[in-house]
């Protein structure tokens, strides 16, 4: 007789029990627990160094692999990039608003005394601009800054998309060399960076101890605001910014919608993310009668952009932290953040857990201390779920947009596939 095998513990398990874990024991040391805090900046290490290459890659793979008609691609541009301003708008305000930073550093007494952001005091467009061009092709990857790499990425990405169209044309097919090189170097790069994945369970446990040995429960409570705000945040964007597009613009009725995004949205909950979500997001979509070319431009290649829900989590996030250490950020310095916001979650869209790993970027990008970052993970878990379901919705919503605009043959079209890079 067959022994029944035990069910698989998942990565939100074994982070609550990291949790559970690392409470307890910080709570049985006390201060001496604070050592075990090294075991969060190992896997903040990790993740750094491999951020660069990913973003690289990923960027890369887009351009190669994306071939999108002008007009509807401007369109559909245009669309998330709208929803994507507002959602980092929503972001910022609550954090100026509530504040949860300031709640945390209370809770856990961070640095007290509010100072300016050191390296940018006062904005000045110029300069940051002269500052996001690198001086060679190696520095960017050398000092780990995203912001050159993605800018000298786009350029050398949209070069061999041009390479490859002539090449086409000429009916070559030297480029094929380039595009799986490019695409095998992708995915051993997120190989990667999925198995540093795993180590962040051991990441939460050395800093709960960390912080429970040093504050006791008022850990929990301090991150309660962190959450809170950023909950509260995704649902203005879903329940509101969402539904006068679906409503006054799309004009299409609303419990229509929601029961087509009744299963997707149960799915992104349940698989956290909206990459594994997608051939649920187009079936319901079919479903819907949303013609096939708008549901695959927007699920399968909008998606890189249509990322609402790590753009909000994101800009909040920062100005939280920032909040933390006590550095003051001035509206200026906000709009940075919310530009490197944008840049990192179209940059390492479709990786897993691309919110927590493109803030780190974002942290490291405006020259943010990262000591309460490994705090954050602990509750990312539950975060990136909904996260995962605002990114989804979003992806539905600029469907129906686009379907709405640029009305197509029906569902049941023959059209030509789609080949694009995965948001999630």
């Known amino acids: 007789m067959k022994r029944p095998r035990l069910p698989r513990i998942g990565q939100a398990g074994r982070i609550l029990i990291a949790m559970v874990l690392g409470a307890a024991l910080g709570s049985l040391l006390g201060p001496q627990a604070e050592v075990l805090k090294t075991l969060g900046s190992v896997v903040i290490d990790l993740i750094k160094a491999l951020a660069g290459p990913l973003v690289f890659f990923a960027v890369l793979d887009a351009f190669l692999r994306t071939d999108v008609k002008a007009r509807s691609g401007g369109l559909m541009v245009a669309i998330s990039l709208s929803n994507a301003t507002i959602a980092m708008i929503i972001g910022l305000t609550l954090s100026n608003v509530l504040q949860p930073g300031v709640f945390l550093r209370a809770v856990l007494g961070g640095e007290g005394a509010t100072r300016p952001l050191p390296l940018v005091e006062k904005l000045d467009f110029v300069k940051q601009l002269k500052s996001f061009v690198p001086t060679n092709v190696l520095q960017p990857f050398l000092e780990n800054s995203i912001l050159h790499i993605v800018i000298m990425t786009v350029l050398a990405g949209a070069a061999l998309r041009v390479v490859k169209n002539h090449q086409v044309r000429q009916g070559e097919t ?93 799915y992104a909950v349940g698989a956290s993310s909206s990459l594994a979500t997608m051939p649920v997001t187009l079936a319901s979509l079919d479903a819907m009668k949303v013609s096939p070319q708008s549901a695959r431009l927007s699920a399968c290649i909008g998606t890189n952009l249509n990322n609402d829900g790590i753009m909000l989590y994101e800009a909040m996030a920062v100005l939280c932290v920032a909040q933390y250490h006590g550095i003051h950020m001035g509206l200026g310095q906000q709009a940075l953040t919310a530009a490197a916001c944008l840049i990192a979650g179209i940059g390492i869209a479709g990786v897993p857990d691309a919110g927590l790993i493109s803030l780190l970027v974002v942290l490291t990008t405006v020259g943010l201390p990262l000591e309460v970052y490994p705090l954050l993970l602990s509750v990312d878990w539950f975060l990136s779920r909904c996260r995962a379901m605002t990114n989804v919705i979003s992806d539905m919503l600029v469907a129906v947009l686009l379907d709405h605009f640029h009305p197509n043959p029906g569902p049941h079209a023959m059209v030509p596939e789609l080949d694009g890079s995965h948001g999630s």
Request: net charge positive.
């Open 174 to 266: 030297a480029y094929r060399a380039v595009e799986d090189l490019v695409t095998t170097c992708y995915k051993a790069v997120e190989l990667m960076l999925s198995w540093v994945i795993l180590l962040v369970p051991l990441a939460v446990f050395g800093v709960i101890a960390s912080v429970f040995g040093e504050h006791g429960l008022n850990a929990v409570k301090g991150l309660s605001a962190y959450v809170g705000v950023a909950v509260l945040g995704l649902a203005l964007q879903i329940g509101i910014v969402y539904q006068i597009w679906i409503k006054f613009v799309a004009r299409r009725p609303l419990v229509w919608f929601w029961k087509g995004a009744r299963d997707p949205i149960a």
